[in-house]
Structures are given as C-alpha cells and as structure tokens.
C-alpha cells in the first residue's frame, strides 16, 4: 500500500521549508538530509533533500523527512 503526504499547506509554510535539517530512512540506514528545496505537486508535498555529509540530491515525500525544530 501507497503512502502519502496530502496536505493543506500555505505557500509560506512549504517554503519555510527550505534550509531546514532533517532525517529520513533508507531501508536500514537513516541519513541527516537538508532541505534545499519544496513544492507541492497535486495537493501532496515533496522536498528536495541533499545528504548533510556526501553528495546528490532527490525529491521525495515530505512524510519521509522528520525535519528537526
């Protein structure tokens, strides 16, 4: 079963976003990532998180990121 992230955000919540830390796991592994980036696509929330030690960067699902307060 698909899980999602459908949210009612503002504008100006998705893109206080942007900048934060957070964590999100890969299979066993759970990585800090940074949020460079947000959007909302079809009613859901995506970010773009880059890894905070290493390289690249991916969209996902804002509910796979627990951002840090």
């Known amino acids: 079963m698909k899980t999602y992230t459908k949210e ?6 998705i893109a206080s976003l942007k900048g934060k830390m957070g964590h999100m796991r890969i299979e066993a ?3 800090a ?3 460079t980036d947000a ?3 079809f009613g859901h ?5 880059e890894p905070a030690d ?4 991916q969209w996902v699902e804002k509910h796979r990121v627990k951002v840090a307060n």
């Open 54 to 57: 290493g390289s690249g960067e």
């Open 8 to 13: 009612e955000q503002t504008d100006q919540a």
């Open 39 to 41: 959007r909302r696509r």
């Open 29 to 31: 592994l759970e990585v």
């Open 33 to 35: 990532v940074r949020i």
């Open 45 to 49: 929330v995506d970010v773009l998180v």
